[in-house]
């Protein structure tokens, strides 16, 4: 049950999904930040870090996108090195998953988010052929690759497949369930590059952005709010909300409109129901922050949420204190405003294209 390794990297995306509202200056004291850009994550990475201290700040930054390579180095499914790779080729043999992957894991029980958010669907990720132009799978074969994800099991505090499978196709290479971390592996890369900035005890307050992830370090010196701005999901130049974090926070866009293609006039792309192994109809976005969430928080809640649909969302974003925006299936926005004195704001700036 070898796969064929492929080569594109982790949640790779055509574009970003939100965009960071902060200037990056040059120069380095007191309040004025340092901003690096590098390609990470499959997409652009960009760290802007407060500090009295140019030099520390700029050694700072280098350490962060070392603790955001080395997430990426374990959990990237399509990068044949990775320790999930190799979980990934042998996937019904026990073995332990490496604490990264135990980390989403845990945070997936931990938010009570496992019936839309599934580590499990490489094979079903891959009956669309997204990274090329795109396939319409065919319905038994995604049935079949959609139980073998859901035949897997996590087992004590590592992971494994359960052994009880179902009986495999020989022809049928692609369905082999496997896990594939593109839904959390973002966020969970910019935590750790948060905690690499903390610890570096250099610098004050940062942000940091991967497209459809952003995190903040403490709160931004010049005593303003960390603005960041949610594009418009038919015209990704376009900003149409922003949110307001005060100090630490994180925030996570999901869409339809990040890794698609088109057949028959119908839209599949890249957030697929764990359930049907379909892509998850109904949103064209969503957008989750708070304050109390970590950056891989975020980065599961989006993908879950947009995949339960708007009327869940608003609940579990009421429950538990998260600020919501998204865009409905016929482009009409909606907000879920966090409470108040929780330190997050969303305001709308545009209506969305419909
Ligand atoms: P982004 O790629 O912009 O970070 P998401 O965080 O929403 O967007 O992640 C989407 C990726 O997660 C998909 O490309 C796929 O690899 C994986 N995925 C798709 N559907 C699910 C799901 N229901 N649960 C977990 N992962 C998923
Ligand atoms: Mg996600």
Redesign the pocket.
């Known amino acids: 049950m070898r796969r064929h390794p492929r080569t594109t990297v982790i ?1 790779c ?1 055509a574009c970003t ?1 939100v965009l960071a509202l902060t200037a990056g200056l040059g120069g380095c004291a007191a309040d004025e930040s340092v901003t690096v850009s590098r390609e990470a994550l499959g997409t652009v990475v960009t760290i802007t870090a407060y500090g009295d201290d140019e030099a520390q700040v700029t050694a700072a930054i280098d350490g962060a996108f070392a603790a955001i390579a080395a997430v990426e180095a374990g959990l990237d499914a399509y990068d044949p090195g990775s320790a999930v790779s190799a979980f990934n080729q042998t996937p019904y043999e026990e073995r332990d998953l490496p604490a990264d992957a135990l980390a989403v894991l845990d945070a997936v029980g931990r938010l009570g988010v496992g019936d ?4 499990a ?1 490489f094979g079903v ?1 891959g009956q669309y052929s ?1 990274d090329s132009s795109g396939t319409v799978p065919d319905a038994a074969r995604l049935a079949w690759a959609v139980e073998a994800a859901a035949s897997f099991q996590r087992v004590g505090d590592g992971g494994r497949f359960a052994e009880e499978t179902l009986s495999i196709p020989a022809c049928d290479v692609e369905s082999y369930p496997g896990l ?1 971390f ?3 592996a ?1 966020g969970l890369a910019l935590d750790r590059a948060r905690e690499a900035l903390r610890e570096s005890g250099g610098v004050a307050a940062a942000i940091i952005t991967a ?3 952003t995190v903040t370090l403490g709160t931004k010196p010049d005593g303003g709010v960390w603005r960041i701005g949610v594009e418009d999901p038919r015209d990704t130049g376009r900003v149409v909300a922003v949110f307001a974090l005060e100090g630490e926070g994180a925030l ?3 869409g339809d409109y ?2 698609y293609f088109e057949a028959d006039g119908v839209r599949y792309h ?5 359930a049907s192994g379909a892509p ?1 109809y109904g949103l064209r976005s969503l957008t989750v922050a708070g304050t109390s969430l970590s950056g891989l928080d975020s ?1 599961i809640l ?3 949420l ?2 339960r649909g708007e009327t869940d969302a608003l609940r579990y974003a009421s429950a538990h204190g998260c600020a919501l925006y998204l865009v409905d299936g016929e482009g009409r926005a909606r907000i879920a405003p966090a409470p108040d004195g929780s330190g997050v704001t969303v305001a709308e700036e545009a209506a969305p294209r419909r």
């Open positions: 949640a995306i999904a839309a958010f599934s580590p669907l990720v997204f594939d593109g839904g959390a973002k497209g459809s992830t996570s866009t999901s990040q890794r890249h957030i697929l129901d764990p998850a980065d989006s993908t879950a947009f995949v």
